[in-house]
């Protein structure tokens, strides 16, 4: 019996110490792998820009390594979201995809920046000068990301020639109407709930007159659409009709991949349709490595 009370003894007086010992040692906050802020002046735009910057973390076995860049349009909505991504899908252990640098462009004028015509017409066909006035400006803002941006990023980074643009609603707009007007600025294409009701169908329109049948498109491109109003939304009318212009058109070199997220809204969608973009556009990566 004196045993077994001195054995109790002891015990509960080691719990103690090891308890103490462990409050007592100093606890490092967990850290997310920091991102930069990047200041640039445009002179395209007439303002002051600001991009996020996330860099993959790495060792001395990635010391001299070079990194394909995915650009990301609405940076303040959607810039976490896809660093978290990239580092997860890259990690050793996880082997998807290659690990990148992810660059956000937050907003200033987002109308102007992201639509490709001056349009005072709403979903609906209907005017609001309001919300609206001052759109058009996406050619001005591709030649900023061209010639101001990209610059910048490619002195100041180790990047790779692979760049990749994503876009949510008029940021997937905008990153069709990249794709129809200057094709080769990127190589894989992101569109995610693309407004394609902008100005009567513009781009929609547009896709049907660029394309021409049988010719070669060298990219990858993802679309998709959720539940915004149900099968007959605008959304996904749209969105079928522009899959089946790119069907029709039968081009070669062209990859790529509709999906519909019947239980996702439009603003809940991105959470799920870019982590499938990156799975679709590096579909191949883990056979090659």
Same mark, same amino acid.
């Given at each position: 019996m004196k045993l077994f009370t001195y054995s109790s003894r002891w015990l509960t007086s080691l719990f103690f110490v090891v308890a103490?010992?462990?409050?007592?040692?100093?606890?490092?906050?967990?850290? &997310?792998?920091?991102?930069?802020?990047?200041?640039?002046?445009?002179?395209?735009?007439?303002?002051?820009r600001k991009v996020y910057v996330h860099c993959p973390k790495v060792d001395s076995a990635y010391a001299n390594s070079r990194f394909p860049v995915l650009y990301?349009?609405?940076? !303040?909505?959607?810039?976490?979201?896809?660093?978290q991504y990239v580092d997860y899908l890259s990690r050793p252990d996880v082997?998807?995809?290659?690990?990148?640098?992810?660059?956000?462009?937050?907003?200033?004028?987002?109308?102007?920046?992201?639509?490709?015509t001056n349009s005072?017409?709403? &979903?609906?066909?209907?005017? !609001?000068?309001?919300? &609206?006035?001052g759109s058009g400006g996406n050619e001005k803002f591709l030649q900023f990301m061209a010639t101001e941006l990209m610059p910048v990023i490619e002195k100041k980074y180790p990047t790779?020639?692979?760049k990749i643009l994503a876009g949510h609603s008029f940021g997937g707009l905008a990153s069709l109407h990249c794709l129809l007007t200057h094709p080769d600025l990127f190589d894989a294409y992101v569109a995610?709930?693309?407004?394609?009701?902008?100005?009567?169908?513009?781009?929609?329109?547009?896709? !049907?007159?660029?394309?021409?049948?049988?010719?070669?498109?060298?990219?990858?491109?993802?679309?998709? !659409?959720?539940?915004?109003?149900?099968a007959d939304s605008f959304f996904h009318k749209h969105l079928l009709k522009l899959e089946a212009t790119l069907a029709g058109k039968k081009l070669k070199k062209l990859d790529y991949r509709y999906k519909h997220y019947p239980t996702e809204t439009h603003m809940t969608e991105p959470v799920v349709a870019y982590f499938d973009a990156l799975r679709f556009i590096f579909k191949d990566w883990e056979k090659q490595h």
């Open positions: 103490f010992q462990a409050q007592g040692q100093p606890v490092q906050p967990y850290t &997310y792998p920091p991102s930069e802020v990047v200041k640039i002046h445009s002179r395209l735009l007439n303002e002051e990301v349009l609405d940076g !303040d909505n959607h810039f976490e979201l896809f660093a082997l998807a995809m290659p690990k990148m640098i992810v660059i956000g462009i937050p907003n200033t004028k987002r109308t102007r920046d992201l639509t490709p005072i017409l709403n &979903y609906e066909g209907k005017p !609001d000068s309001s919300s &609206y006035r790779a020639p692979y995610v709930s693309p407004s394609l009701w902008w100005d009567k169908e513009y781009v929609l329109r547009m896709t !049907d007159e660029k394309l021409k049948s049988a010719s070669t498109l060298h990219k990858t491109l993802f679309l998709s !659409d959720g539940n915004e109003g149900g």
